[in-house]
């Protein structure tokens, strides 16, 4: 069967199991970069958000012979684990009080997501729109949050400058920046270590002493830490470290690749790296731009063009 009949299936089979407990229902969603995917929902009384589970690795495992059945007892497995867990009130999610503190940011392409951008509250920078979203939790498992739409500010009588005043706030206590050298990065992956089993490394925090060709700016979790670029002082912080001006290129939504100028550097080749990683070895999803930034310690300011502001 294709995907759509693979879906379906799924969501008879679930609807079978759970006709007494449970509403499934199949859900497409609009994610980063226009990208769609889609997955089944289950509505369950006493739960008051109800997170969409995506289908497309399951199909991958019916693809290579896993039998529907028993996909269907995992995806149900994760839907008990889901079920049991402490859910977010809604009453509490209807009003700004009780998400203000819990509103961060991240960064995403604008040409890209002009569909999203029309539906939700933003504020562009350079080719980069900052949106925003709730960060309902943080955990081993991942993060649980909600993107902030045009409904959600109207229902919370807030504007966009409200939103960036709490999360550009808030992004600095429940997602620090983080900054390190590109051999502390591999070791990292390589390792596999990560969160609090991690021996960290901020330089941001030592201010520097470990020189590196190129360096990595991401926050503590890794997930979306391109945002990094728009946290009040901390471009300004790394050119103070560097003690020169330096490149951003945009490796991904979830960290940036940072590199001293040079002279000898050619910016358009920067540009081309920068494509040649989105097209061989960032997710769609998760490509963030397809070119390099400066940032000039002169300006302060961070600018698309490689050779401005000097």
């Not at 997955?39 to 109800?50: D, Q, R």
């Not at 999610?93 to 040409?111: A, C, H, L, P, Q």
């Not at 991942?142 to 960036?164: F, N």
Request: charged share 25%; glycine share 8%; net charge negative.
């Amino acid at each position: 069967m294709n995907y759509t009949e693979f879906v379906r299936a799924v969501e008879e089979a679930m609807s079978q199991r759970l006709k007494d407990t449970a509403n499934i229902s199949v859900y497409t969603a609009v994610k980063n970069n226009g990208r769609k995917r889609t997955g089944i929902v289950a509505e369950t009384p006493g739960i008051n958000i109800s997170p969409a589970i995506y289908l497309e690795e399951y199909y991958e495992c019916y693809l290579e012979g896993k039998p529907l059945s028993l996909i269907t007892e995992e995806i149900l497995e994760l839907y008990e684990s889901i079920r049991k867990e402490e859910s977010w009130d809604y009453e509490m999610i209807r009003s700004y009080e009780g998400v203000k503190d819990r509103v961060v940011f991240k960064v995403i392409n604008t040409e890209q997501n002009r569909e999203l951008l029309n539906q939700i509250p933003h504020i562009e920078m350079l080719d980069l729109s900052i949106v925003f979203y709730i960060l309902l939790e943080i955990s081993s498992e991942g993060t649980a949050a909600m993107l902030v739409s045009g409904s959600h500010a109207e229902l919370w009588g807030i504007d966009v400058q409200t939103l960036w005043g709490a999360a550009s706030e808030n992004a600095k206590r429940l997602l620090p920046a983080e900054f390190f050298t590109m051999s502390y990065a591999m070791n990292e992956l390589l390792s596999g270590e990560n969160g609090d089993g991690r021996k960290n490394e901020n330089l941001l925090v030592s201010g520097g002493g470990k020189e590196d060709g190129m360096y990595v700016l991401s926050n503590n979790i890794r997930n979306y830490g391109a945002a990094c670029i728009a946290y009040p002082y901390i471009l300004k912080m790394i050119g103070e470290i560097l003690k020169t001006d330096y490149y951003v290129l945009p490796s991904s939504v979830h960290e940036v690749v940072i590199v001293p100028y040079s002279e000898e550097i050619d910016s358009g080749e920067l540009d081309c790296i920068v494509r040649e990683i989105n097209e061989t070895q960032v997710a769609e999803e998760e490509v963030l731009s397809d070119h390099a930034y400066l940032f000039s310690r002169r300006t302060g300011k961070l600018c698309a063009g490689c050779g401005a502001g000097r």
